[in-house]
C-alpha cells in the first residue's frame, strides 16, 4: 500500500504563494505519474496538474502559468509551487499516483481576498 502525504497548505492572502509538498512511501523514480487534484467545499474534485516520470507536466487551464509541479526522484516527493493565488483557489488539495490511483489525505488551502 503507498502511502501519500501532503503538506505545506496554509492560509494565504491573494496574490501570495505557496508550496505544496507530497512525500511518497516508495520509490516514484520509474513508470509513475504524480499529480494534484483541489476539491473546494460543495465542488466535485478537479484536476489541478500533473508531471510523468519524465518530468513533462500538464495544468488545468485555471492555473496555467500560475502553478508548477515538480518531482524529486530521490526524495520520492512532488511539489506543486503555487504563485499569484486567488479566492477561487481555496480547497483541499491532494496528492495522486498512478498506477494504483493511490490518493493522499489532503492539505487545506486557503486565499482571502
Known amino acids: 500500500q503507498v502511502q501519500l502525504v501532503e503538506s505545506g497548505g496554509g492560509l494565504v492572502q491573494a496574490g501570495g504563494s505557496l508550496r505544496l509538498s507530497c512525500a511518497a512511501s516508495?520509490?516514484?523514480?520509474?513508470?509513475?505519474?504524480m499529480g494534484w487534484y483541489r476539491q473546494a467545499p460543495g465542488k466535485q474534485r478537479e484536476f489541478v496538474a500533473r508531471?510523468?516520470?519524465?518530468?513533462?507536466?500538464n495544468y488545468a487551464d485555471s492555473v496555467k502559468g500560475r502553478f508548477t509541479i515538480s518531482r524529486d526522484n530521490a526524495k520520492n516527493t512532488v511539489y506543486l509551487q503555487m504563485n499569484s493565488l486567488k479566492p477561487e483557489d481555496t480547497a483541499v488539495y491532494y496528492c495522486?499516483?498512478?498506477?494504483?490511483?493511490?490518493w493522499g489525505q489532503g492539505t487545506q488551502v486557503t486565499v482571502s481576498s
Open positions: 508531471i510523468t516520470s519524465a518530468g513533462s507536466g
Open positions: 495522486w499516483r498512478q498506477p494504483g490511483n493511490y
Open positions: 516508495e520509490s516514484i523514480f520509474s513508470f509513475v505519474v
